[in-house]
């Protein structure tokens, strides 16, 4: 496959995968396990509520969460798409930290979406042509295809029509 269709194919998967509060979320319940839906504001802070409800939402309509009770409490939990998506994540802000991309300063959502535009891109942003090796890039475009492979006709059935409008809005 050529790097121009590559590229073509990863455009909408970065860009709805690239929502702040879809990476927090993804990273937290992977980190720390089932998240308790009464604790979201403590968890995701920063965010407002109504930006906490779209991460949820757009997470339940790619596939990536759903909603369970865990020991009689309603909680978040990833689907299996959403634990493979949480390596793609680990995969991008490793990548980032060893690249000291987009800073040699920046937390995880800002590496994972620094990582998940330059795979959504053909051209290299200005001031980074010279800094950054793309070939090295490899590892997290690998990630991020066999995701998609795997679960991109859920990614893709959300991306059309009012899905699409909103996930759009929450970014």
Do not use: C
């Given at each position: 496959?050529?790097?121009?269709?590559?590229?073509?194919?990863?455009?909408?998967?970065?860009?709805?995968?690239?929502?702040?509060?879809?990476?927090?979320?993804?990273?937290?319940?992977?980190?720390?396990?089932?998240?308790?839906?009464?604790?979201?504001?403590?968890?995701?802070?920063?965010?407002?509520?109504?930006?906490?409800?779209?991460?949820?939402?757009?997470?339940?309509?790619?596939?990536?969460?759903?909603?369970?009770?865990?020991?009689?409490?309603?909680?978040?939990?990833?689907?299996?798409?959403?634990?493979e998506l949480a390596e793609?994540?680990?995969?991008?802000?490793?990548?980032?930290?060893?690249?000291?991309?987009?800073?040699?300063?920046?937390?995880?959502?800002?590496?994972?979406?620094?990582?998940?535009?330059?795979?959504?891109?053909?051209?290299?942003?200005?001031?980074?042509?010279?800094?950054?090796?793309?070939?090295?890039?490899?590892?997290?475009?690998?990630?991020?295809?066999?995701?998609?492979?795997?679960?991109?006709?859920?990614?893709?059935?959300?991306?059309?029509?009012?899905?699409?409008?909103?996930?759009?809005?929450?970014?």
């Amino acid at each position: 496959m050529n790097t121009h269709t590559h590229v073509s194919a990863l455009v909408p998967a970065t860009r709805a995968l690239s929502h702040p509060g879809l990476i927090r979320i993804v990273s937290d319940i992977d980190d720390n396990g089932p998240l308790q839906r009464h604790l979201l504001s403590r968890t995701l802070t920063g965010l407002t509520t109504w930006q906490r409800r779209q991460a949820s939402a757009v997470g339940r309509a790619l596939g990536l969460l759903k909603a369970s009770t865990v020991e009689g409490i309603p909680s978040l939990v990833l689907t299996p798409a959403g634990e493979e998506l949480a390596e793609v994540y680990d995969t991008a802000a490793r990548w980032a930290r060893t690249h000291h991309h987009p800073s040699d300063v920046s937390d995880f959502v800002t590496r994972v979406q620094a990582t998940l535009a330059l795979l959504g891109s053909d051209q290299p942003r200005p001031g980074h042509a010279q800094e950054l090796d793309y070939d090295s890039l490899d590892e997290p475009r690998a990630a991020l295809t066999s995701w998609i492979r795997d679960h991109g006709a859920t990614l893709a059935a959300q991306l059309t029509g009012a899905s699409r409008d909103a996930m759009e809005l929450a970014a």
